[in-house]
C-alpha cells in the first residue's frame, strides 16, 4: 500500500508539471519609432542550453558539442521560417537569409558559442543590419520519451481504466521536458533591448522538443512587433 501510494504521488506531481505554460512580454518605451526605423533584421544561432540527460552518457565532449551545434543550427532555420510566413511579403522589413548570416559570420571565423557570448552591437555592424535577433532555449529533461510512456501507460490503466494496450489512443501523458525559450531584439545602432518576450511550454514523449520549439516560434512571430 505505502508503494501505491508513492507511485500515486510521483505520477501527481509528474501530471502537476504536464501542460504548464506561461508568456512574458517586455517592449522599451521608445522601441516603436525604432522599428519603423529598421529595414533589415538577422537572427542569430539560438542558444541553447540542455539540463538533464539528452542524449547517451558514453558520448565524449566532441560528440556533445557538435549534437549541440546541430540542434542550434535548426532552431535558428525553424525561426527563420516561423517569421518568414509573417513577413515574407512586407515591405516594412527585411530578414537576412540565415546562409547570408552564416556565411558573413564563418568568414570572421565565429563559432556559435561565440556568438552567443559576443556584444549585439558588434554582431549588428558586422552583418550590416539595423536590430539583431537573440533566441535562448533552456531545455530542463525529466523523463526519456521510454521512461514517460511507461510511467503514462501505468497510470491510464491505474487511474483510468484504459487498457495499456489502448495507449496511446487515450489517456493522458507526463511531462518529459520544459522549454524555456526568450526572444529579443536587440537595436543595433546601441545594442538596447527593444522588445523581449518568454514563452514556457512543456514537451511530451509525442510531442518532442522539436515540435514544441516550432510552436513556440510561431506564437513569436505571431507577437513580433514589426508590422506585417
Not at 501505491?4 to 512574458?24: A, K, M, N, P
Not at 539560438?46 to 565532449?61: F, I, M, S, T
Request: aromatic share 10%; hydrophobic share 40%.
Amino acid at each position: 500500500m505505502k508503494t501505491t501510494h508513492s507511485f500515486l504521488f510521483l505520477i501527481g506531481i509528474l501530471f502537476l508539471l504536464s501542460g504548464c505554460s506561461s508568456t512574458l512580454r517586455y517592449t522599451s518605451e521608445d522601441a516603436p519609432p525604432r522599428f519603423d526605423s529598421h529595414q533589415k533584421i538577422a537572427i542569430l544561432p539560438v542558444e541553447l542550453v540542455l539540463k538533464g540527460k539528452d542524449y547517451p552518457e558514453d558520448w565524449e565532449q566532441d560528440k556533445i558539442t557538435k549534437f549541440e551545434a546541430e540542434q542550434c543550427s535548426i532552431y535558428q532555420l525553424l525561426l527563420y521560417q516561423a517569421l518568414m510566413r509573417h513577413y515574407r511579403t512586407t515591405a516594412g522589413i527585411k530578414i537576412q537569409s540565415i546562409d547570408k548570416t552564416m556565411e558573413i559570420l564563418t568568414e570572421k571565423r565565429f563559432e556559435v558559442k561565440d556568438i552567443w557570448n559576443e556584444d549585439s552591437y558588434k554582431l549588428a555592424q558586422l552583418l550590416g543590419v539595423d536590430a539583431v535577433v537573440r533566441t535562448k532555449i533552456e531545455q530542463v529533461r525529466y523523463l526519456s520519451d521510454r521512461q514517460a510512456m511507461s510511467v503514462a501507460a501505468a497510470t491510464n490503466s491505474m487511474i483510468w481504466g484504459i487498457p495499456p494496450y489502448a495507449y496511446p489512443y487515450g489517456g493522458v501523458s507526463p511531462s518529459t521536458a520544459t522549454l524555456r525559450t526568450t526572444c529579443a531584439i536587440i537595436d543595433g545602432n546601441d545594442g538596447k533591448v527593444l522588445w523581449k518576450m518568454g514563452v514556457k511550454r512543456d514537451t511530451q514523449w509525442n510531442n518532442p522538443p522539436k515540435e514544441v520549439a516550432l510552436n513556440i516560434f510561431h506564437k513569436l512571430a505571431r507577437n513580433f512587433p514589426y508590422k506585417p
